[in-house]
């Protein structure tokens, strides 16, 4: 998707503060900061939310997953918490057309959100 913000940042056309990356995932700061710590986290292949995700592509999910968890330990959120959040559709707050998932911590994140 050549207009697709997070595929351009993929690919290298935009920058992105990067905390981490592998074949598969990528992983960088949020530009507005909903938390002191807010990575998002993206496959790289596009896919457009999760109600686009194909059966061949769940293992993907997996390492996303994986890749939280393991950035919540190396940013120094697991122990006291933090939320991963995927927004789907319009009326679920996505707002980029690219599966991503929010790494949120570094406070009390309060109930219910938005």
């Known amino acids: 998707m050549s207009d697709c913000i997070f595929c351009k940042i993929v690919a290298g056309e935009l920058p992105s503060k990067k905390v981490y990356e592998d074949e598969e995932v990528l ?3 949020d ?3 909903a938390a002191p710590v807010h990575v ?5 292949v596009h896919i457009a939310s999760a109600l ?3 059966e ?3 293992p993907l999910i997996g390492a996303i997953h994986r890749t939280a968890g393991q ?7 697991a122990e006291k918490g933090f939320r991963l959040v995927n927004n789907c559709g319009n009326e679920g707050g996505q707002t980029v057309d690219h ?4 790494l949120l911590g570094g406070r009390h994140l309060g109930w219910p959100p938005g």
Do not use: C, M, N, T
Request: glycine letters at 4%.
């Open 99 to 102: 599966l991503h998932y929010h």
């Open 31 to 33: 530009i507005s900061p």
């Open 56 to 58: 061949e592509q769940l």
């Open 52 to 54: 686009h995700v194909a």
């Open 71 to 77: 950035l919540a330990r190396d940013l120094g959120i």
């Open 27 to 29: 992983a960088f700061e």
């Open 40 to 44: 998002l986290i993206i496959p790289k």
